[in-house]
């Protein structure tokens, strides 16, 4: 008798809860682990087949990432999804985005570039549309704040500088960084990109808040206008 296989088969035959319960969540597969969290099916699908529906959206080969890239929109238009679990989908890739910024926030080195992106990577990588966000620091270059400041459409986003330097006040912040994604997928700064982060260097050095870095965040990629030297043109 081949245990191994006979495992294998009870592990087949069982519900994704019931196969939790006996074995554990490392023994899931993706689609059950999302079966669970979806809980009830229709009378024509189950709850597995409903979250493989999920893990190949539109065709995607993403898998569990198209839960950071669609929206409770998109998985509304999914037979069995209704509002309720379209928001719960959605709910849980926010909290996957905050549980890691908060794990890297505790290696966060605000003197390193690649830290900083690593900080957005998850937040960020995965938007269709363009965003924005403020990291802000105190006297001694520590984390104060980070905060979404524009989100525009897929090819710009209307910044106000206005906004930035009004939160860096109303904060008491010394200095700031910002950050921002190119839904294209490429790092490489459009020329709007330079002039804005040309004049906040500007402005900043007038109001004694200096920035010292502007990011692009792309797919699986960054860029520092520091490390570039654009600042320093």
Known sequence: MNRKNDTYAVESAMLP???FSAFGAEH????????????????????????KDILGLY?????????????DADFADISGIGRVKAIQLAAIAELSKRIWRENCRAGLRLSEPS????????ELRYCNQE???LLLLDGQKRYLRSMMVSQGTINASAVSPRE??????RHRAAFFVIVHNHPSGRPDPSKADIDLAMALRLI????????????????????SFCEEGILES
């Open 17 to 19: 809860y019931e196969k």
């Open 28 to 51: 899931l597969s993706d689609a059950e682990l999302l079966a669970i969290i979806i809980r009830k099916g229709t009378k024509d699908r189950d709850a597995l087949s409903i979250a």
């Open 59 to 71: 065709g995607s080969k993403d898998g569990l990432l198209n839960l950071m890239r669609f929206s």
């Open 115 to 122: 830290s900083i992106a690593a900080f957005y990577k998850e």
């Open 131 to 133: 965003k924005v966000c």
């Open 164 to 169: 930035i330097f009004y939160e860096a006040l």
């Open 204 to 223: 900043g050095s007038l109001m004694n808040i200096p920035m010292l870095d502007c990011l692009i965040i792309a797919d699986n990629t960054y860029l």
